[in-house]
C-alpha cells in the first residue's frame, strides 16, 4: 500500500474566542496536501475557553463548500452536534464540557486557491548504466491574496516560499536513484501493420516516491541534453515504459519459408473446409549501430497453432502472441527460424 505523503504550511495565527462567541474570522493553521489527489486542505484552529455543559459556538464556512468536506475535531470536550441551516454558510457547533478548561475546535476542509502537480525527470548519460532520477512538485497560487513566507515540508525537507496571485514556483524535492534500467526496442508487426522497430525505456523506480505525474526523459552526451519525449504515469506501479522513438540501426526482416496443407477434408462438393497445416517463417534480425542493441521480436499467431521447432528461446505471452528476444552486437545479423502446424483451420494460415 503507498505510503501516505503529508505536507504542513504553518502560519501560527491564533484567536481567542469566550463561549457563545459568533465565530467569523478565518485564521489558517495548517495546509495538508495528500499525495493521492495532491489536494491541498486548510485547518482552522480556534483557542476557546469551555464551561461546563454545553458550549455553542457559530462558524462561517467558506463558499462552495458541502457539509461533508468539513471534518471538524475538539479538545478538551466532546462534539455534541453541528447544525447547519440550508439559508446560508453559518454552521453551529456544540461541544460538551465536564469542566471549565481551555479547549481547540480545527475545522479542516479542501483549499482550491493552491495546487500541486508532481513531475519527474529522468536523465540518462551514455556511459552510466542507469538515469538519474528526480522529483520535482509545481505549487500555483490560484487565489487572488499573496502567500507571505510560507513554510512548506515536503519529504523531510523544509522550504520557505511567498507566492504571488496565481504565481507557480517549482520545488526540487529528491534526486533518487533508478532500481534497474533498459535500453530495448521492440518490433511488432501485428500492430496495424507497423513494421519499424521502436526504441523503449524501461525503468524500476522507488516505489515510495510514486505519484501521478508526468514524466519528462533525457539523454545527455559530451554534445548537450536532448530531450527525447514525455509521458504521463498513473503512480501505480514502478515499472515505467517510454517509447523514445524510432530505432533505425536494428532491422527486421520476415520471410515465409512453408505453407502447407495437410489432413484435409473435403464435403459433398468437393470443397476443403478443414485442413491442418505445417508452416516455417524465417526472421533476419540485423544491428548496424554501433553499440550492442537488445530488441524484443513478437510473433503474431493464429491461436490453433502447436509449435513444432524454434531456434531460439521463447515465451508465449497470450493465446495468439509469441515473443523472442536478442542482443546483438555492433555489425551483427542473426536468423531465427520457427516452425509450427495449424490444427482444424478453415481459412488461411497459422503464420
Not at 56 to 73: G, M, R, T
Not at 116 to 124: A, I
Not at 293 to 312: A, D, G, N, T, W
Amino acid at each position: 500500500m503507498k505510503k501516505l505523503l503529508v505536507i504542513f504550511l504553518i502560519f501560527f495565527c491564533w484567536r481567542w474566542a469566550s463561549a457563545q462567541e459568533v465565530i467569523l474570522e478565518k485564521n489558517p493553521e495548517e495546509i495538508l496536501i495528500f499525495a493521492g489527489d495532491s489536494q491541498f486542505y486548510l485547518r482552522e484552529t480556534w483557542m476557546v475557553q469551555l464551561q461546563s455543559g454545553e458550549n455553542v459556538y457559530s462558524w462561517e464556512k467558506p463558499n462552495a463548500l458541502s457539509d461533508d468536506e468539513i471534518f471538524i475535531q475538539v479538545e478538551g470536550g466532546v462534539l455534541n452536534s453541528i447544525l447547519t441551516p440550508s439559508s446560508d454558510r453559518g454552521s453551529t457547533v456544540t461541544i460538551l464540557a465536564d469542566s471549565p478548561t481551555e479547549g481547540r475546535i480545527h475545522f479542516t476542509y479542501p483549499l482550491s486557491s493552491l495546487t500541486l502537480n508532481y513531475l519527474y525527470q529522468y536523465y540518462w548519460e551514455k556511459e552510466k548504466a542507469a538515469p538519474s532520477g528526480f522529483l520535482f512538485a509545481d505549487i500555483t497560487n490560484q487565489g487572488q491574496e499573496v502567500i507571505r513566507n510560507a513554510n512548506f515540508v515536503i519529504a523531510g525537507k523544509e522550504f520557505t516560499l511567498q507566492l504571488e496571485p496565481y504565481e507557480t514556483k517549482r520545488l526540487k524535492i529528491q534526486e533518487f536513484q533508478v532500481i534497474t534500467a533498459e535500453k530495448v526496442s521492440r518490433y511488432a508487426s501485428f500492430n496495424y501493420g507497423d513494421t519499424d522497430v521502436h526504441f523503449f525505456w524501461k525503468l524500476a523506480v522507488p516505489t515510495y516516491i510514486l505519484f501521478p505525474a508526468k514524466s519528462e526523459y533525457f539523454e545527455k552526451s559530451t554534445s548537450g541534453v536532448v530531450f527525447l519525449g514525455e509521458n504521463f504515469i498513473s503512480g501505480t506501479s514502478p515499472d515505467l515504459e517510454m517509447e523514445i522513438g524510432k530505432s533505425n540501426d536494428l532491422t527486421v526482416e520476415e520471410k515465409i519459408l512453408k505453407q502447407d496443407k495437410i489432413n484435409q477434408v473435403y464435403n459433398n462438393k468437393g470443397q476443403v473446409v478443414l485442413y491442418d497445416t505445417q508452416e516455417k517463417k524465417l526472421y533476419i534480425v540485423a544491428n548496424r549501430g554501433s553499440e550492442v542493441k537488445k530488441i524484443e521480436v513478437f510473433v503474431p499467431l493464429q491461436p490453433s497453432f502447436e509449435m513444432i521447432s524454434h531456434s531460439v528461446s521463447l515465451d508465449r505471452i497470450e493465446s495468439n502472441r509469441l515473443i523472442f528476444t536478442l542482443e546483438l552486437q555492433p555489425q551483427q545479423k542473426s536468423e531465427v527460424v520457427l516452425e509450427v502446424q495449424g490444427k482444424n483451420l478453415t481459412s488461411g494460415f497459422v503464420f
